[in-house]
């Protein structure tokens, strides 16, 4: 099978052809988080849309090296400019901490020196890791047995001043009377490319809300900051041009190039990379390595809106993954939230839409356990999964369309009664080999096995299946009381129970 991915520089729907393609081998750079804070779940969507795009060519046969980068300098609040103006968001977040330290309303669980850059981003990075594993983030799996897949910036910045020194040799970067090393755009006839900027609008438009006394030292208003001087800076280094910090773009482009090579297969973000970041990474790769290309496929998410407009925290629905598992939420049923809308389209969070991804996970976790435990019993035929896996994979490899795979997915589980015993069929295959097919298609989805591995996601479905039982024989023998005592220990535990003539159902409860 093979798949049809839209790339969002040639604004095509292309048919995926990897560098290496007789060992099936792809290199795959995510723009990973900065981490000035806790990931958000704007944040979660971008970085879950990337690891169902590398568990789609797994599931066709391609062994993905993705790597994922956590920025620990360098980001800057005004980088929209491309032009390294503002703060960075790393001492931002550590006036913040040193504040609320100082008031008394750090929170416990920061427990480090909140003056410390290095220490508050390694919190974060920490935090960060402990979500993106609880959601099945696959990288941060891969970065236990190779810690260089998740690279933070501060352990490259060698390798950055060499490409910037390459750049200023190649007359592709400038030293600037303030200083700076800045990228040259018009050095770079394919600058725009990307995101469809000219350099003309450029001129008239973003460039035109920098500051003059940085306007005046560049040669183009595009030109981007490359390397930046600056002795108050708290993360600093030794380099030709003066202790300083690296660009923001540059550390991708650097990393990138050091851990997969000049020229990538994949490179995904969230839209609002496309400009500045990932145009200039373009620009700076190109010129340093001397390839026409950086990266063959760009991959980029639409932003997640909360209730139809901007998550904000004053607007009260700011989300965290943690925010969601305090109100009952599985990271499951988060993660199934966030990939169901197609990644090309702005998704709209909402409490409603979760509950149902809550209630379709978790049927279909139970029924997984229902194919287990009669996982002997031959059935006719092959049975509607394994009938669905051949649809489901042909629906993800058509641009990932995630709901198309689980409508696929949803007729076939709908043929089973999971409170029923199975009737025995005589066919060659058994509810073992469906529950198999079932798992190959959640191997995409990546749902159904974060029971394990998700701290927070220890439901018992054995225990709430001895305390029904438990309640229905309490009803019959007339034990009121008892019976009312076993539905507040399930409430107590986040499950409600609905009594109807089939039988006794549960769902979890998500406030
Ligand atoms: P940051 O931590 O600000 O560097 O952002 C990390 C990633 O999250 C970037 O790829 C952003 O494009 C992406 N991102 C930020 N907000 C949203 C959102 N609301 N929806 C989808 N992606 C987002
Ligand atoms: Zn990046």
Known sequence: MQLNLYNSLTRKMELFTPIDPENKQVTFYSCGPTVYDYAHIGNFRAFLNADVLRRTLESIGYDVKQVMNITDVGHMTEDNLADGGGEDKMEVATVRLQEAKKSGTLPSDVDIDPGDPLAVAEFY????????????????????????????????????????????????????????????????????????????????GEGGRVSKETQAVKRNPADFMLWKPDATHVMRWPSPWGDGYPG?????????????GDVIDIHSG?????????????????????????????????????????????????????????????????????????????????????????????????????????????????????????????????????????????????????????????GCTTLRDEYNALLEMDSVLGVLNLCDTACTDSLDVSKIDCLIEERLSARENKDWSRADEIRDELLAIGIAIKDSSDGTTWTRIVQ
């Open 270 to 426: 969230g839209e609002d990379n496309i400009f500045p970041h990932h145009e200039c990474e373009i620009a700076q790769s190109c010129c340093a390595s001397g390839c026409d290309s950086f990266a063959n496929y760009w991959f980029h998410t639409r932003f997640l809106l909360v209730d139809g407009g901007k998550m904000s925290k004053s607007k009260g629905n700011f989300y965290t993954l943690r925010d969601l598992v305090e109100k009952g939420a599985t990271p499951a049923a988060i993660r199934l939230e966030l990939i169901r809308t197609h990644y090309r389209s702005n998704a709209n969070f909402t409490m409603q839409g979760l509950k149902d991804s809550q209630r379709q996970v978790d049927r279909w976790r139970r029924l997984a356990q229902w194919l287990c435990e009669h996982g002997d019993v031959k059935i006719d035929g092959d049975g509607p999964l394994q009938n669905t896996v051949q649809n489901f994979k042909s629906a993800m490899c058509e641009d990932l369309n995630v709901a198309g795979a689980i409508g696929f997915l949803s007729e076939a589980v709908s043929n089973y009664a999971v409170d029923s015993v199975p009737e025995s069929g005589c």
């Open 248 to 260: 923001w773009h540059l550390e991708c482009s650097s990393m990138a190039t050091e851990l997969l």
């Open 125 to 204: 990075a920490q935090a960060f890791i402990e979500d993106a594993k609880s959601l099945g983030i696959r990288v941060v799996d891969d970065a236990k047995i190779d810690a260089s897949l998740l690279p933070r910036p501060t352990n490259y910045i060698p390798q950055m001043i060499s490409m910037v020194q390459s750049l200023v040799d190649s007359n592709n970067a400038y030293v600037a009377s303030d200083g700076v090393v800045y990228f040259d755009v018009e050095s770079f006839p394919n600058y725009g490319e990307l995101s469809g900027n000219t350099l003309d609008a450029l001129r008239s």
